[in-house]
């Protein structure tokens, strides 16, 4: 194997790849729950999992108690008050967010870069869009965890072109 990679490719390749998850609360509920319980259960010789997510409390807690990273992201509350109801309102009513948006998913782009990532994974429909133009900038892949059913609509048909879009990459 030495003739055919180098020192740095056997290197990376031996190493544990490190995933990072994203979440757009740093709250404890059902999803996050569920991401700790994934987490605790990785194998660590394979895999290193880090954590971005807006602002400080429960959930970054729980990952740096078990010893992992942690990247904070800016807590814009507008961005995060975005809800569904507020998309199926109409286009335009979405549009306000799209500044914080792009801003949130290159501070997740650069936490992937910081901690190494191979893999991006999303968490929650609002990090299915910031990872998703967070892969897009970075290049590397990425899982969404979809954790929600989402009723016929504007925001299923937004969803469903984003998945596509990030799919596409």
Known sequence: LALLFSSEEMAEAMSPATVLYVDHVAALSGGERSLL??????????????????GDGPLPAAFRALGLPVH???????LF?????????????????IPGTISTAREVARAARASGARLIVSNSLKAHVL??????????PLIWHMRDCLAP????????????FSARR
């Open 72 to 78: 904070p992201l800016a807590a814009r509350p507008d």
């Open 81 to 97: 008050e975005v809800s569904r109801r507020s998309l199926d309102r109409g286009f335009f009513s979405g549009l306000k967010w």
């Open 153 to 164: 609509g504007r925001t299923a048909h937004l969803m469903g072109l984003l998945a596509r």
């Open 37 to 54: 319980d994934l987490v605790r259960a990785l194998d660590r010789a394979r895999f290193l999992p880090a954590l971005a997510c807006p």
């Open 131 to 140: 990872a998703s133009l967070a892969s897009w900038m970075t290049g590397l």
